[in-house]
């Protein structure tokens, strides 16, 4: 009964009760109003939770577009994973942490080879250090935006700085990277988070109370001008 168009938007329900719907329905109210779709990003966690909005978002766009007797909109809003968008950002400034926008994406497999192969140019205490154990760190300084100076000894200090420059070199990104590297990007470059601010000008984020602390500094510093900011 209240239409809510700008401005910060909070909805809390329990599960089953039709969030995610709401959620979409206000994307496709937001189009409606005027917002330009490409100015438009919607956020989940899952691939298939993303396609599911996805899916329908079009069949709304595409009934509102028949009602209107007006042909398709050739833009569409950006809906994925926090992931996802962390790679789309990625390819347009990879340039800025040394890759190319065909960079390679390590999964954890890639990852723990790729801290093994560091391993074997240290001599570490194997009761005290193993790439086993390093490897959800690294992931924890990512995910927590730590700084690995203030969490880490010497040697694993050491090794996730080899570790860093190995993934530069062979052009590559791991998992975790692909939300943490866009927010330093936005840290350290506040004329590329400022156009990406002005692209993205309403954020819409589904199960946000899932959230780390990467992924709640990646749609804050986006949100952060506009404040347009809808979650469930």
Do not use: W
């Not at 937001?30 to 330009?36: N, T, Y």
């Not at 996802?84 to 999964?107: C, N, Q, W």
């Not at 199960?207 to 990646?218: G, I, L, M, R």
């Amino acid at each position: 009964n209240h239409p809510h168009s700008h401005g910060p938007l909070l909805i809390a329900a329990g599960a089953g009760s039709g969030k995610t719907k709401t959620l979409t329905n206000r994307l496709i109210k937001l189009i409606h109003d005027g917002v330009p779709p490409e100015h438009i990003i919607a956020i989940t966690f899952t691939n298939k939770a993303a396609e599911e909005m996805r899916d329908r978002v079009q069949q709304l766009m595409s009934h509102a577009n028949a009602t209107a007797n007006e042909s398709e909109n050739s833009s569409t809003p950006f809906v994925g994973t926090f992931h996802s968008l962390g790679v789309r950002i990625l390819k347009h400034e990879a340039k800025l942490l040394g890759r190319t926008p065909m960079f390679t994406i390590y999964d954890d497999d890639d990852s723990l080879s790729l801290i093994r192969q560091t391993f074997k140019k240290f001599k570490l205490e194997k009761t005290r250090h193993s790439p086993l154990k390093l490897r959800p760190q690294i992931g924890r300084m990512k995910n927590e935006l730590l700084i690995p100076e203030d969490h880490l000894d010497a040697p694993e200090l050491e090794i996730f700085k080899a570790y860093e420059h190995a993934l530069q070199k062979n052009n590559a990104f791991d998992f975790d990277d692909l939300i943490e590297k866009p927010v330093r990007i936005f840290q350290q470059h506040p004329s590329v988070l400022e156009r990406y601010r002005n692209q993205f000008r309403h954020i819409l984020v589904d199960e946000y109370q899932d959230v780390n602390t990467n992924q709640y500094f990646f749609v804050k510093l986006l949100a952060e001008k506009h404040q347009n900011l809808s979650v469930v």
